[in-house]
């Protein structure tokens, strides 16, 4: 999943996706992780705030090449 790469491309932080979507930054984080998902009915949300379509969150991500996107996580 691609929860990671396309928050750091749309230049958010957890915190301010948290904060946009109600959450905690430790859900953000948790998604980014693998370790939960988002309920079906955020994904739309996650998707107009990270400028880019469902499937591309939910498309595999790219472990080959962790360099693809080089960011801080502020």
Known sequence: MNFRKMRLLSGLSQCAVAEYLGLTQGAVSQWE????????????????????????????????NPSTVQADDA
């Open 33 to 64: 992780l693998g370790e939960s998902y988002p309920s079906a009915y955020l994904l739309p949300k996650v998707a107009n705030i990270y400028h880019c379509t469902i499937d591309e969150l939910l498309m595999p991500a790219d472990d080959d």
